[in-house]
């Protein structure tokens, strides 16, 4: 079987429920549409229609009068009108002629409804008692709308009082661009009013779902993003609007001091509904994405021919413009149709929707086209044709956009049970790992404290160790020194190598002295250690301890303090600034010669305190500077003298954990300069 077979036999069902729902159509709009046999013109009820008692009288060029369509000559060219019908798009003018007859005991006063809005001009000659007639006033779009009798969307003139049982003989001269539609009709004021009700009912219910529609389209574009719905919207905008120009709607509420105001709204509003209905349906039935490039270019075809048809009709050419933009809509729909037939037998299930859709705006729009041009007569369906094509076609596609936004809903709904499940099964996974991790956290703990637990013993047994050693060392060390000091003093006599070697034997010993209270000596360790301890602290006191200490390391030594310019207190450790100060002055007089001039000053700078220690001594190099505070590292200078190299690594860190710094300055046989900045506490 071939693949067209395949694609219709496919489609059969809905092509066969299509056939019936155009067959029921066009049933009904053979009974509606069909002639009506004439009715009387005898006033005798709340509301008459002049079917079959309206005789027309074309004018081509308007010039005629009241005068000259009663002649004999001219009034013998008047056709009688079977059944209200529209005449097309004529020039110049139509003269109707009608005669009405009043009983006793009936109402004399009547209403005569035109029942044609877009109309531009109407003048009523009404007659009199001699025989002559009376011109109205002028009513129509082209004319201010209070110049009506009765305050409608379509022009009524009020008659009487009628003479009863006295035939009457009216005329009616009519002209417009519009199609030309011959329906009036006759109103009692009660009548009119029971009438008037059931109309704005109607008109309501069509603005009121029309707006409805306007803003469902807007939703469904937001909520199933198918911006497809903004160009149905923009497109039902366009048609509410065409309508309310068209039956007279925006002439009465909106621009009534406006004459003409209805024919160029109805221009506006409907030369864009072609490119728009067209842009819709193209992206709708996914075919603008397929023929991208020709889908624009015919777009733009569409836009450009709504454009010139627009200016064409505002500028003195109506009646054709808009003759020529019924064909041409209707010959596009046709062209719609048969894509999306072609594009349905594909298998495409929204080109099959749009079909079903487009068919009711196709009837509808032959319809009251084929009345416009006069090839319909006028009758309830073909004057609202369009307007009932055009609400069933967004009915089709609703039930679409309902079907599909139930089927996302559904999807939404299976998704989020889906992501819930999984939501689950993560929170229990979740739940698993964090009770796994919780245990190799607790067993990282317990390792944790067993090493912290070993550091502490391992602590404790190197400051026993340290202790002992310090203990052990320094006895022995001071028994050597104090023998080698007695042998230098036995030997005052002796001869010189023996003073030397008593001299070397002393010197070690101070070295190694040194060595122990520099490795062993737990303060330094420990102040660090313990953390910092701030305490308002007399400063000026640290400084004079650190005079002290180096005083009794060189008796020899010139030591100065200037502490003048210090505060009587600071916010600080004071162990572990005393023992800094301790350091940088016992190194003053350690790497300095005998006689050496040793100052301890301090002031206040940046916001904070300055303790100084410097010396005149010989200074020490500038590439052995900066590596001074590096740990064990000593100078060539310095071999002389005993050490470790921990000193200012170890002062520099205990003023650092403070807050301050510690920097020093030199140049060879410059002297040396160190200085400890500590900051003062800041107002709260």
Known sequence: MSGAAVCLRRMAPWLAATQRGCGFLGLLLWLLVAPMPGQTQTLDGDA????????VLRDPSGALGIEDVRHPGVAKDFVLLEQPRSLGYVTGAIWLRFTLTQPDGVADRWWLDLNLPPLDEAQLFEP????????RAKVGAEHLFAQRDVHYRSPIYKLGPLRSSTPQTYYLRMSGNNSMVIAPRLWTASGFVTYYGFEQLFFGAFIAASLLLFFSSLHFCWSIRDGSYALLA?????NLGHFLAVEGVAFKYLLPTVPGSSDVLMVLFWVPMMPLLSKFMLRYADLYAIWEKWAKLYIRLLWLVSAVTAVAALNGYFSSAVQFYQVWTLVQIVLHLLVLVAHAMAGHRRARIMIHAIVWLLIGSGLRAGRNLGLLPASAVTDYAFHWGFVAFLMVLYFAAIQRYQKMMKSKERAQAMALELSRQAEQQLALDVASRTAELNQALNQVETSLALERQAHEDQRQFFATVSHELRTPLAVINATALNLQMDMAQADEAARLRCGRILRATDQLAELVRNCFEED???????GVRRETTDVRALIYDAH????????????HVNVESLPASLVCDPELTRLALRTLASNAVKYTPAGT?????????DGGVVLEVRDDGPGVAARDLPKLFRRYYRGANAAHVPGTGLGLPLAREMIEVQGGTLRVESAERQGFAAFVWLPLPQPT
């Open 524 to 530: 330094r360790f420990n102040a660090i250690a313990r």
């Open 128 to 135: 009199r008692a001699n025989g002559s007639y009376t011109a």
């Open 234 to 238: 923009a497109f039902i905008g366009s």
């Open 548 to 559: 002290d200490a180096a005083r009794l390391i060189s008796p020899q030594h010139h030591l």
């Open 597 to 605: 001039h040793v100052e301890l000053l301090g002031g206040l700078a």
């Open 48 to 55: 008459v229609s002049l079917d079959g008692a309206v005789h």
